[in-house]
C-alpha cells in the first residue's frame, strides 16, 4: 500500500520507461550470461542482475549532457544512460561494430556522445573521473550532473574520501551513488567494510540517504533529490542504495571457485525481493494492464535477439587495426 | 630575445596558453601560493574558477584531470614532485593512458601533466625519482624534459595544445637556470630532438637535467680536441629516433646521459634503439651515463656520488674514444 503511495507522485510513462529499461537490461544480461556459458565470449563479464532499479532509477533523470561513469559491472548503467544495446553486444563479443570496436569489451564500454564515460576495470577507478566531468560540468554552468556509480568494494578505496573532501570543498554537481550489493567482488561486505557506507558522507558535510536499492521508486525518488540539488548549485549527495547481485562476482567463476561464499538460500530470499517483479506489482497497482506489459515484455526480447544477430554478423577487428587509438 | 630563468619560461607559457584558450584550466596543490613560481599569478589573472588550489589528494586529481578533459576541458593537473605522480598513478596509468584506446578512439584527452623531477637538492628519496622511464613504458603517455629555459616554454605550449596526456618534467634543481627566451610567441613541436653541438667524433644524447653537465663536458672534451655531436631529445615519447640514428651513422659512438636508475631507463632504450638500427655504423660499445639502481640520499656527498656529472660523462667519452675500450 505504501508503495503504491509513492508511485502516485510518479507520472506512469516514467514507471513504464523505467520497467521497459530494466526488463531491457535484465534480459541482455541473461543473454550474455549463456553466452559465456556458451564459450561465446572472448573475456570475462560481471552481470548486473539483480540491480537494475539503480541504473534506471537515477538515469531516469539525466540527459545526454550528463555525465555517468560507471564500473566493470556496467551494462545496466550503459542501458540505462541510452547505450545502444547492438553495439555493447558486438563489443562483448569483440566484434568491429561494438561501441569501441572491440578495443574495450564488457568493462570498458563507452559512448561519450550519450555522456556515458564509460564502465571501468579499476575498482573505483570511474569516481575521479566522474569528479572531473563534474568540474567541467560546473565551469560549463548549464546545470549538468555527474554520476559515479561505484559499489561497496569500490567505497574502500581512498579516492571515495577524497572525492567527498573535493566535491564538498567545491559544491561539484557530483552524485555518487554505491550500490551496496553485498559483495567486494568475493568477499562478503561484512568480512571488509567497517560502519557504514551512506554516513561516510557525513564528515565531509555531504548529504547522505539510504535507498532501497531494488525499490526503483525509492532509488528514483533519492536521484530526483540529489540530481536537483546538484544542478541547482548545492552541491554533492551520496546515495547508497542497498541491493543485492543475484549472479557471481565474474560468471567464470563458477568454473574455478572451489569454495562457496554465497549459499544459494541467501540468493533465493533476494529473489524475492527481485526489483523487476516489484516494479512489475506497482505498475498494476497503477492500473496498467498484464497484457501491456507482456507485450513490453515481447518487444525487449524481440530487441535483444536483433542485436545478438547484428552482432553475430559483425567481423571481427582487422588485426592491422591494434596499434590504432593510442595517440591522436 | 630576454634571458628567463626556466621557472619564469615556464609560468609565461602557462599564461599565454590561459590567455589564448578559455577551455585550459589548472589546477594542483598550492598553485596559488606556487611553490615553485611556476604557476604564479595565475590565480590572481585567470581567477578561482580556472586555476584551483586542490587538498593533497593525487588519486582524485589526476582522475578528475581525466573526467575534465573527457568532458571538454584542457587540464594542466600540477602534481609539484614527480613522486607524488606515484600517489595518482591509477588514473595515469590506469586512465590517461588507455581511455582513448580503450574506448575504439572516441575521445581525446588533452591533459599536461607537470611535474619536477630528478635530484641534487638533498630532497631524499621521496623527492628526487626520475620516473620517465615508468611514464615511457605506458603507451598512451607523451613524456617531455625540456633542457633549457627556451625549450620548457615553447615545449609546454605545445603540450598544452596537444590532444594527448602529455608528462611535462622540469628537472629539479635547473627552475634557476638561466637562458635565452624570444619575445616573440613560439612553439616547439613534441618529439623533436635538438642538436646542440656539431662534432664528428662522438655523440653524447644527454636527457632534461643531464643537459648542463652534457654541454660542460662538451666544452671540455673540444678542449682535447674531441667534437661531441650533442643532442637533447627534449621529448622522450615520443622520441626523434631519426636525429639520434643519423647522428650515431657520422660519429660511430654514443653515450646516453640520464639521471634515471640505469635498469630499464631512457638511455638502455635508447641504447637498444642505436643497435638495432645503427649495429653496423658502431665503433665502440654503446656507453650509458646514469644512477646506479639505488634510492636517492639526503646528504650532499652522497647525493652527488650518484648523479652523473661532467667529469663522469668525459670519463666515460675517453673509455670510447681513440679505440682506447680495445686494449682493455
Same mark, same amino acid.
Given at each position: 500500500m505504501?508503495?503504491?503511495?509513492?508511485a502516485?507522485?510518479?507520472?506512469?510513462?516514467v514507471?513504464?520507461?523505467?520497467?521497459?529499461q530494466?526488463?531491457?537490461?535484465?534480459?541482455?544480461?541473461?543473454?550474455?550470461?549463456?553466452?559465456?556459458k556458451?564459450?561465446?565470449?572472448?573475456?570475462?563479464?560481471?552481470l548486473y542482475?539483480?540491480?537494475e532499479?539503480?541504473?534506471?532509477?537515477?538515469?531516469?533523470?539525466?540527459?545526454?549532457s550528463?555525465?555517468?561513469?560507471s564500473?566493470?559491472?556496467?551494462h545496466?548503467?550503459?542501458?540505462?544512460?541510452?547505450?545502444?544495446?547492438?553495439?555493447l553486444?558486438?563489443?562483448?563479443?569483440?566484434r568491429n561494430d561494438?561501441?569501441?570496436?572491440?578495443?574495450?569489451g564488457?568493462?570498458?564500454?563507452?559512448?561519450?556522445?550519450k555522456?556515458i564515460?564509460g564502465?571501468?576495470?579499476?575498482?573505483?577507478?570511474?569516481?575521479?573521473?566522474?569528479?572531473?566531468?563534474?568540474?567541467?560540468?560546473?565551469?560549463?554552468?548549464?546545470?549538468?550532473v555527474a554520476i559515479?556509480?561505484?559499489?561497496?568494494?569500490?567505497?574502500?578505496?581512498?579516492?571515495?574520501?577524497?572525492?567527498?573532501?573535493i566535491?564538498?570543498?567545491?559544491?561539484?554537481?557530483?552524485?555518487?551513488?554505491?550500490?551496496?550489493?553485498?559483495?567486494?567482488?568475493?568477499?562478503?561486505?561484512?568480512?571488509?567494510?567497517?560502519?557504514?557506507?551512506?554516513?561516510?558522507?557525513?564528515?565531509?558535510?555531504?548529504?547522505?540517504?539510504?535507498?532501497?536499492?531494488?525499490?526503483?521508486?525509492?532509488?528514483?525518488?533519492?536521484?530526483n533529490i540529489?540530481?536537483?540539488?546538484?544542478?541547482?548549485?548545492?552541491?554533492?549527495?551520496?546515495?547508497?542504495?542497498?541491493t543485492?547481485?543475484?549472479?557471481?562476482?565474474?560468471?567464470?567463476?563458477?568454473?574455478f571457485l572451489s569454495?562457496?561464499?554465497?549459499?544459494e538460500?541467501?540468493?533465493?530470499?533476494?529473489?524475492?525481493?527481485?526489483?523487476?517483479?516489484?516494479?512489475?506489482?506497482?505498475?498494476?497497482?497503477e492500473?496498467?494492464?498484464?497484457?501491456?506489459?507482456?507485450?513490453?515484455?515481447?518487444?525487449v526480447?524481440?530487441?535483444?535477439?536483433?542485436?545478438?544477430?547484428?552482432?553475430?554478423?559483425s567481423?571481427?577487428?582487422e588485426?592491422?587495426?591494434a596499434?590504432?587509438?593510442?595517440?591522436? | 630575445?630576454?634571458?628567463?630563468r626556466?621557472?619564469?619560461?615556464?609560468n609565461e607559457?602557462?599564461?599565454?596558453?590561459?590567455?589564448?584558450?578559455?577551455?585550459?584550466?589548472?589546477?594542483?596543490?598550492?598553485?596559488?601560493? +606556487?611553490?615553485?613560481?611556476?604557476?604564479?599569478?595565475?590565480l590572481?589573472?585567470?581567477?578561482?574558477?580556472?586555476?584551483?588550489?586542490?587538498p593533497?589528494?593525487?588519486?582524485?586529481?589526476?582522475?578528475?584531470?581525466?573526467?575534465?578533459?573527457?568532458?571538454?576541458?584542457?587540464?594542466?593537473c600540477?602534481?609539484?614532485?614527480?613522486?607524488?605522480?606515484?600517489?595518482?598513478?591509477?588514473a595515469?596509468?590506469?586512465?590517461a593512458?588507455?581511455l582513448?584506446?580503450?574506448?575504439?578512439?572516441?575521445?581525446?584527452?588533452?591533459?599536461?601533466?607537470?611535474a619536477?623531477?630528478?635530484?641534487?637538492?638533498?630532497?631524499?628519496?621521496q623527492?628526487s625519482?626520475s620516473?620517465?622511464?615508468?611514464?615511457?613504458?605506458l603507451?598512451?603517455?607523451?613524456v617531455?624534459t625540456?633542457?633549457?629555459?627556451?625549450?620548457?616554454?615553447?615545449?609546454?605550449?605545445?603540450?598544452?595544445?596537444?590532444?594527448?596526456?602529455?608528462?611535462?618534467?622540469?628537472?629539479?634543481?635547473?627552475?634557476?637556470?638561466?637562458?635565452?627566451?624570444?619575445?616573440?610567441?613560439?612553439?616547439i613541436?613534441?618529439?623533436?630532438a635538438?642538436?646542440?653541438?656539431?662534432?664528428?667524433d662522438?655523440?653524447?644524447?644527454?636527457?632534461?637535467?643531464?643537459?648542463?653537465?652534457?654541454?660542460?663536458?662538451?666544452?671540455?672534451?673540444?678542449?682535447m680536441?674531441?667534437?661531441?655531436?650533442?643532442?637533447?631529445p627534449? +621529448?622522450?615519447?615520443?622520441?626523434?629516433?631519426?636525429k639520434?640514428?643519423?647522428?650515431?651513422?657520422?660519429?660511430?659512438?654514443? !653515450?646516453i646521459?640520464d639521471e634515471?636508475k640505469?635498469?630499464c631507463?631512457?638511455?638502455?632504450? !635508447?641504447?637498444?634503439?642505436?643497435?638495432?638500427?645503427?649495429?653496423?655504423?658502431?665503433?665502440?660499445p !654503446?656507453?650509458?651515463?646514469?644512477v646506479?639502481?639505488?634510492?636517492?640520499?639526503?646528504?650532499?656527498?652522497?647525493?652527488?656520488?650518484?648523479?652523473?656529472?661532467?667529469?663522469?660523462?668525459?670519463k666515460s667519452?675517453?673509455? !670510447?674514444?681513440?679505440?682506447?675500450?680495445?686494449s682493455?
Amino acid at each position: 500500500m505504501k508503495k503504491n503511495q509513492k508511485a502516485g507522485n510518479l507520472p506512469t510513462d516514467v514507471l513504464l520507461s523505467m520497467y521497459e529499461q530494466a526488463l531491457l537490461i535484465r534480459n541482455v544480461e541473461i543473454q550474455l550470461g549463456a553466452d559465456f556459458k556458451n564459450g561465446k565470449l572472448p573475456g570475462p563479464v560481471h552481470l548486473y542482475i539483480g540491480q537494475e532499479a539503480i541504473a534506471v532509477g537515477i538515469c531516469q533523470h539525466l540527459s545526454d549532457s550528463d555525465w555517468i561513469a560507471s564500473t566493470h559491472r556496467g551494462h545496466g548503467h550503459f542501458i540505462a544512460k541510452g547505450g545502444n544495446i547492438k553495439k555493447l553486444l558486438a563489443e562483448v563479443y569483440g566484434r568491429n561494430d561494438g561501441i569501441c570496436h572491440g578495443f574495450g569489451g564488457s568493462m570498458h564500454v563507452a559512448d561519450f556522445s550519450k555522456g556515458i564515460i564509460g564502465a571501468n576495470g579499476i575498482v573505483a577507478g570511474g569516481i575521479g573521473i566522474s569528479a572531473g566531468a563534474a568540474l567541467a560540468a560546473q565551469l560549463d554552468n548549464d546545470g549538468n550532473v555527474a554520476i559515479a556509480f561505484f559499489g561497496d568494494g569500490a567505497a574502500n578505496q581512498g579516492v571515495l574520501c577524497e572525492a567527498l573532501n573535493i566535491s564538498s570543498l567545491w559544491k561539484l554537481p557530483l552524485i555518487l551513488v554505491c550500490e551496496n550489493n553485498g559483495f567486494s567482488e568475493f568477499s562478503p561486505s561484512s568480512t571488509v567494510t567497517a560502519g557504514s557506507i551512506v554516513d561516510r558522507a557525513n564528515p565531509y558535510k555531504v548529504p547522505g540517504i539510504l535507498v532501497d536499492g531494488n525499490d526503483t521508486i525509492d532509488v528514483w525518488q533519492a536521484g530526483n533529490i540529489a540530481i536537483e540539488r546538484a544542478r541547482s548549485g548545492g552541491g554533492p549527495t551520496l546515495i547508497e542504495a542497498r541491493t543485492y547481485r543475484h549472479r557471481g562476482h565474474v560468471e567464470a567463476e563458477y568454473s574455478f571457485l572451489s569454495e562457496e561464499y554465497q549459499s544459494e538460500s541467501e540468493v533465493e530470499k533476494w529473489k524475492e525481493r527481485d526489483p523487476l517483479p516489484l516494479l512489475k506489482q506497482q505498475l498494476l497497482n497503477e492500473g496498467i494492464s498484464e497484457n501491456q506489459l507482456n507485450e513490453l515484455s515481447t518487444a525487449v526480447l524481440t530487441d535483444i535477439k536483433e542485436a545478438v544477430d547484428f552482432a553475430d554478423k559483425s567481423p571481427w577487428p582487422e588485426k592491422s587495426q591494434a596499434t590504432k587509438f593510442m595517440f591522436k | 630575445m630576454t634571458k628567463k630563468r626556466m621557472i619564469h619560461a615556464i609560468n609565461e607559457a602557462l599564461f599565454e596558453e590561459m590567455e589564448r584558450d578559455e577551455k585550459v584550466i589548472l589546477f594542483g596543490e598550492d598553485v596559488g601560493i +606556487s611553490l615553485f613560481g611556476d604557476t604564479k599569478g595565475l590565480l590572481k589573472k585567470f581567477g578561482p574558477n580556472r586555476v584551483r588550489n586542490t587538498p593533497i589528494s593525487e588519486t582524485v586529481m589526476t582522475g578528475m584531470a581525466v573526467g575534465a578533459a573527457a568532458a571538454g576541458y584542457r587540464v594542466v593537473c600540477h602534481l609539484m614532485f614527480g613522486n607524488f605522480i606515484y600517489t595518482g598513478f591509477d588514473a595515469i596509468a590506469n586512465q590517461a593512458a588507455k581511455l582513448r584506446y580503450m574506448t575504439g578512439g572516441q575521445i581525446t584527452l588533452p591533459i599536461v601533466f607537470m611535474a619536477v623531477f630528478g635530484g641534487g637538492k638533498s630532497s631524499a628519496a621521496q623527492h628526487s625519482d626520475s620516473m620517465h622511464p615508468q611514464l615511457m613504458n605506458l603507451g598512451g603517455i607523451k613524456v617531455v624534459t625540456p633542457g633549457s629555459p627556451y625549450d620548457a616554454k615553447g615545449l609546454l605550449k605545445s603540450a598544452v595544445r596537444d590532444d594527448n596526456p602529455v608528462v611535462f618534467l622540469q628537472a629539479g634543481g635547473r627552475g634557476g637556470q638561466n637562458g635565452e627566451v624570444p619575445d616573440e610567441e613560439y612553439i616547439i613541436e613534441l618529439g623533436q630532438a635538438i642538436e646542440l653541438n656539431n662534432g664528428d667524433d662522438i655523440t653524447i644524447v644527454a636527457i632534461g637535467s643531464m643537459v648542463q653537465p652534457a654541454i660542460r663536458a662538451t666544452k671540455e672534451l673540444s678542449e682535447m680536441n674531441i667534437k661531441v655531436d650533442l643532442i637533447d631529445p627534449r +621529448s622522450l615519447v615520443p622520441l626523434d629516433k631519426n636525429k639520434i640514428f643519423s647522428s650515431v651513422r657520422k660519429t660511430g659512438k654514443i !653515450i646516453i646521459v640520464d639521471e634515471a636508475k640505469d635498469m630499464c631507463s631512457a638511455a638502455s632504450h !635508447i641504447a637498444a634503439l642505436c643497435v638495432d638500427e645503427c649495429f653496423e655504423y658502431l665503433k665502440a660499445p !654503446i656507453k650509458r651515463v646514469t644512477v646506479p639502481d639505488v634510492a636517492m640520499p639526503y646528504s650532499p656527498p652522497l647525493e652527488k656520488a650518484l648523479i652523473p656529472n661532467h667529469e663522469q660523462i668525459i670519463k666515460s667519452a675517453m673509455s !670510447i674514444i681513440n679505440d682506447s675500450y680495445k686494449s682493455k
